[in-house]
């Protein structure tokens, strides 16, 4: 019998959860079961994932860059990943803005349900906490994001997986030290970081043999702490829009795979699944991060050398769905709250969000971060800014479901073009969990 695929199980689990979840808001103490018995199964399999995302960066970039033997090639490999990302983000605001603007959302909202929201959600912590959070980042100075980028303490750096752009910095420093001290000198290091790197992806596949159970748990309690039904109902054209708009820029990576690459699109979404459907139930690009790495290098086949540094930057930097829900977003607000957008303002979105999208965190909810700054930088009203977020707050989640699927979609379409152009894209070596079991029984 035919051993059913990995992305099988996860989307199965994910439906049994959806299933279950609702079938537990029906019924009295549901939803206390939920967070109580299924709930802290999601939760371990997230630490988990965050517990190797550090090592996983560290031990696959130092050797990337210790395997170049050439510093040249990494400065192509960094310039080119730089300029794709921005190129895809700007691409992905764009089309947000032209389909809020044909579809315009934001006039279907009558009045009566902007006033229930507010009163629903204007004073919810979550909205006050993110608008203070941007208030913060907004009051940082224009080079704020350099300072951060380099830590005063490694090991401070390693212990905190919101500080990736930081252990980023030291693993290149760190690599391109070992490059310059020679091969002989280096050795030692690199065997080390070598065999570390293998034993982190073996964890990798373990942990995924939990995938299924773990997106069950998530899903469920997904379900059981949404929001009013009646108020995503109301919102139901304006998530649309965002949605048709992940949608297409799905279509556009499918396109650039096919064209540049030369490969299968639906080959390529195929072997991405299992990547796709855990950001989808995380909503998170950093956690989703090492099966992203994992998925990217040994089923689609691009060199460690391309993958160890383009997957990690991008899970910082790139965060094309997330920012085309910044323009949707933005723009729906004001035509919600009838406030007239000039085509000045339309472009400052584009640049704002594309700014906001590099200094983002991937974590769930960063987006509602950067939708401050985005509104902020329009001239929107500072007393209304809790009236636009909480209008968008009842579907936030489900669409920050959506939105991390093209983050991590994206920065896999980025790092098989930059390995095919560089010549570091080649056949796919699938490693099993259970490869060496025999050996050691």
Known sequence: MKKLELHWKILIGMLLGLVFGYGMTQLQGGETFV???????????IKLLKLIAIPLILASLIKGISDLKDISKFKNIGLRTILIYIGTTVIAITIGLVLVNILQPGNGISEETITKLTETYANNKGVTSKIAEATNQKNAGPLQFLEDMVPDNAMAAMSNNGLMLQVIFFAIFFGVSMLLIGEKKAEPL???FDSLNDVVLKMVDLIMLSAPIAVFALLANVVVSSSDPDLL????????????GLLLMIVFYCILVSVYTKKNPFWFLKQMSPAQLLAFSTSSSAATLPVTMERVEEHIGVDKEVSSFVLPVGATINMDGTSLYQGVAAVF?????????????????VLTALLASIGSAAVPGAGMVMLVIVLESIGFPADKLAIGLALIFAVDRPLDMCRTVVNVTGDATVSMMVAKSVGKLSKPNVKNWDDHLETVK
Request: hydrophobic share 60%; aromatic share 12%; glycine share 4%.
């Open 35 to 45: 967070l109580n018995w299924i709930k802290p199964l999601g939760t371990i399999f």
């Open 333 to 349: 607000i004001a035509q919600a709250l009838s406030f007239d957008l000039t085509l000045a303002d339309q472009l400052t979105i």
């Open 190 to 192: 690199k065997n080390f």
């Open 233 to 244: 109902l109301a919102l139901l054209k304006y998530a649309g829009v965002v949605v048709v």
